[in-house]
């Protein structure tokens, strides 16, 4: 059963830093992009940022970039999200999403197969 866990949430003021991890389980994800997306209450999930498979290409929001940091380290089938200068519109719940197979990474939710719980991220003000 795969699974993805994600880790790190919490509540942090105007300007702080958070670092999301997410593991995986089940099965490996060396060779599938992965991506986090993230939905404040009454909103749509959004794209966040995703990573390639090798960890060589990243891509981001606008809304995060410059600001937000994806990796992975695939020894740990694991994937990270370093948020820094967090606003307060950052706020909501945060998800791991990775792809079955492998190919070039979506910003559309509906280009990712297993999504994690999520975790809550509080910035206030």
């Known amino acids: 059963q795969v699974q993805l866990v994600e880790s790190g949430g919490g509540l942090v003021r105007a300007g702080g830093s958070l670092r999301l991890s997410c593991a995986a389980s089940?099965?490996?994800?060396?060779?599938?992009?992965m991506a986090w997306f993230r939905q404040a209450p009454g909103k749509e999930r959004e794209f966040v940022a995703a990573?390639?498979?090798?960890?060589?290409?990243?891509y981001y929001s606008d809304s995060v970039k410059g600001r937000f940091t994806i990796s992975r380290d695939n020894a740990k089938n694991t994937v990270y999200l370093q948020m820094n200068s967090l606003k307060p519109e950052d706020t909501g719940v945060y998800y791991c999403?990775?792809?079955?197979?492998?190919?070039?990474?979506?910003?559309?939710?509906?280009?990712?197969?297993?999504w994690g719980q999520g975790t809550q991220v509080t910035v206030s003000s």
């Open positions: 999403a990775a792809q079955r197979s492998r190919s070039w990474p979506s910003r559309q939710s509906s280009g990712y197969d297993y």
């Open positions: 089940g099965r490996t994800f060396s060779n599938e992009a």
């Open positions: 990573i390639i498979w090798s960890g060589t290409i990243t």
